[in-house]
């Protein structure tokens, strides 16, 4: 499966474009790649069309809501409650004859009748004339996304924590600053696609007259030419440099949650948006806790005497040893709660920290003094060793039969 585009990039629009940008974007892809245009396509044309329009609208469906885009901006598609995008069966639950309403408007039928859209079960119905400009004006260019790995253990997770993390990207040429070229006259308008970067081609069906856009095969879609290009970077505008980038890592996050660094990735060609950093938490194995979201657990081995008579436990936390009570008469398998004792939620995702969940293993000795063993003897026939289960003795002791 191909990896998934950035959503800024699939519309063609910068990071800080605004909602009316983001919508005007949706709407001329929305014209261009509805598979009910592509009728008279070949099988691979009408793939490609689907392809894109559900590309697009997953797009729309997270950067037109101010709150999904906040999280897609910070952790990228994967994000702590699942990730973003529905995938070929939907699209998170949004209705794309909505959107498409308050794109075109009220006017249009979207049940098939007359001109404006068909029915959108399927992608079916698109009906009518069409219209629309689509790809006629050149996209913006974005340089590729650096995905990198941070480990992390689990104190530097519980407190969030600041990372210098060196990489390697390529940058605005600092000679020709990022022209191709140290002379403005170099550069030309493309005489093929005359600077849209897409040569058009038409085809004429009975659903009317459609056009296919393709990148241009003279300029490779930038809508210029360099006649003398730059020495330094040889045309391209750009150059290949080593930096070391600063993250602020949130308390809370976990194994393979994506942090995005807006504009931090590869610069693009002839001046267009950075690609973005996304750095991919690691998190590492502790020596003694278990980790599953919020909470942690713990295993303490503890001896038979302990459990019969009481004592007291060193616990290992993520601050320092917290000491415990056993208390007499403690079974093997019981397990006790330290509140507030876990992970906290990541910042916008929840909130509360987890506990600490301690389960008690119990210590028998397969080797005893001749003294012990008389101790123990003695005690065989004692009423205080004889199982008499008590309500709670039971519950856990029924717990423990289903997990075996």
């Known amino acids: 499966m191909a990896e998934k585009r950035d959503y800024y990039e699939v519309l063609g629009v910068a990071k800080t474009a605004s909602a009316d940008e983001i919508k005007s974007a949706f709407k001329k892809l929305a014209l261009k790649w509805h598979p009910d245009r ?52 939907g699209f998170s639950g949004f209705d794309i004859n909505d959107i498409l309403k308050d794109l075109f408007g009220a006017g249009f039928d979207f049940g098939g009748n007359g001109g404006g859209f068909g029915g959108f079960s399927g992608f079916g119905g698109f009906g009518g004339r069409g219209g629309g400009r689509g790809g006629s004006q050149q996209r913006v260019q974005r340089g590729r996304d650096i995905r990198t790995r941070v480990r992390l253990t689990l104190e530097e997770i519980a ?29 030309q308008t493309c005489p093929v696609c005359h600077g849209s970067g897409q040569e058009q081609r038409y085809v004429n ?10 990148t241009c095969s003279r300029c490779g879609g930038e809508g210029k030419i360099v006649s003398n290009p730059c020495h330094t970077c040889g045309g391209t505008g750009l150059v290949r440099k080593r930096v070391t980038v600063t993250v602020n890592i949130p308390a809370g996050v976990e194994d393979g949650m994506q942090l995005t660094l807006q504009g931090q990735g590869h ?41 019969i008579l009481g004592g007291e436990a060193a616990i290992p936390c993520l601050d320092g040893t917290y000491k ?16 507030g004792r876990g992970m906290p939620a990541v910042k916008g995702y929840g909130s509360g920290t987890g506990d600490l969940y301690v389960k008690y293993l119990v210590w028998i000795p397969k080797k005893l003094k001749s003294s012990e063993k008389d101790a123990l003897e003695s005690m065989r026939q004692s009423e205080s060793f004889v199982p008499n289960l008590s309500r709670e003795d039971k519950n856990l002791f029924d717990k423990m039969k289903e997990n075996f």
Request: glycine share 14%; proline share 4%; aromatic share 8%.
């Open 38 to 89: 592509w009728v008279s396509g070949t099988d691979a044309e009408k793939k490609t069309a689907e392809e894109n329009f559900k590309e697009a609208s997953e797009a729309y469906e997270v950067l037109s809501d101010p709150d999904k885009r906040a999280k897609y901006d910070q952790f990228g598609f994967n994000g702590p409650s699942g990730g973003f995008g529905g995938g070929a069966g």
């Open 324 to 339: 415990i009570k056993i208390e007499p008469g403690t079974q093997s398998g019981t397990i006790v709660r330290l509140r």
């Open 159 to 187: 407190k969030g924590v600041t990372k210098e993390i060196s990489i390697e990207r390529y940058e605005q040429c600092p000679d020709c600053g990022g022209k191709g070229t140290k002379n403005e006259s170099d550069i």
């Open 267 to 307: 610069a693009a060609k002839a001046g267009g948006i950075n690609g973005d950093l996304l750095v991919v938490i690691e998190e590492l194995p502790h020596e003694s806790l278990k980790r599953e979201g919020k909470n942690l657990f713990y295993t303490k081995i503890i001896p038979v005497t302990d459990a």
């Open 205 to 214: 069906s009975i659903f009317g007259r459609t056009v296919t856009y393709t």
